[in-house]
């Protein structure tokens, strides 16, 4: 079975630009979460969707927002980017049970 | 609060001896996981291993065990004959709550970044 996947790979975009990322969850998944991780930090949590429902928000600011499809992909949308932004974005899915299964991330950098 | 801490930012080891990477966590919620994860320098997040609170054994997954000392809140992670590709940046990290509960977000430690010696 394919594992979580992760759109685009890398991305470039400049202060107060706006960006989407998106992921697919390993299929039967309904669950998936999405975690930032700034370079020498563990990642933290932005939000997870179950089916199709918010379940749970970190501590960002409302310019971050997602949403998840009926398929169970999801997209992590970013406005009005800030330097502070640039990360790791992982995606992470659940079959409801413990684990998670991360994707391989999206590098954002902003310039 | 809920909080995981790692101690230790770097490790060296020597191939094929053990390792233990420290983990300590701090929790009110009497029902939590425990997990482990390797994330090499490509950035995908690895699961290694799971403890539940409850769970009265320590978990192992091949190489893998986890020292879990609940009334001290440690989970550290211990890797057995270490290999050339266990080098990677390790992550401790708690999901409070149980299994299959409403959230299943994780909290992650700082990391600890292994690297093991020819």
């Known amino acids: 079975d394919a594992g979580v996947t992760q759109s685009p790979t890398h991305l470039i975009k400049t202060r107060g630009q706006h960006v989407t990322l998106r992921c697919s969850p390993i299929s039967g998944h309904k669950s998936v979460s999405w975690y930032q991780q700034v370079l020498g930090q563990g990642p933290q949590f932005i939000f997870q969707?179950?089916?199709?429902?918010?379940?749970g928000r970190g501590n960002f600011p409302d310019r971050f927002s997602a949403r998840q499809f009926p398929n169970y992909s999801s997209e992590l949308n970013v406005n009005a980017l800030l330097l502070g932004d640039s990360a790791l974005y992982l995606c992470?899915?659940?079959?409801?049970?413990?684990?998670?299964?991360f994707g391989p991330g999206t590098r954002l950098t902003v310039t | 609060a809920q909080k995981i801490t790692q101690t230790q930012p770097g490790m060296f080891v020597q191939e094929k001896e053990a390792v233990t990477l420290d983990c300590t966590y701090d929790t009110s919620d009497p029902s939590y996981g425990l997990f482990w994860y390797k994330q090499p320098s490509s950035g995908e997040m690895i699961f290694l291993i799971y403890?539940?609170?409850?769970?009265?054994q320590n978990a192992t997954e091949g190489r893998y065990s986890l020292n879990f000392q609940k009334a001290r809140k440690s989970a550290n992670l211990v890797i057995s004959a270490s290999q050339l590709g266990d080098s990677a940046m390790y992550f401790c990290?708690?999901?409070?709550?149980?299994?299959?509960?409403?959230?299943?977000?994780?909290?992650f430690g700082t990391g600890t970044l292994l690297a093991v010696q020819p």
């Open positions: 969707y179950y089916e199709k429902e918010e379940r």
């Open positions: 990290a708690m999901r409070e709550g149980r299994e299959g509960g409403a959230t299943n977000k994780l909290i």
């Open positions: 403890q539940g609170s409850y769970d009265q």
């Open positions: 992470a899915s659940s079959p409801r049970r413990y684990e998670q299964y």
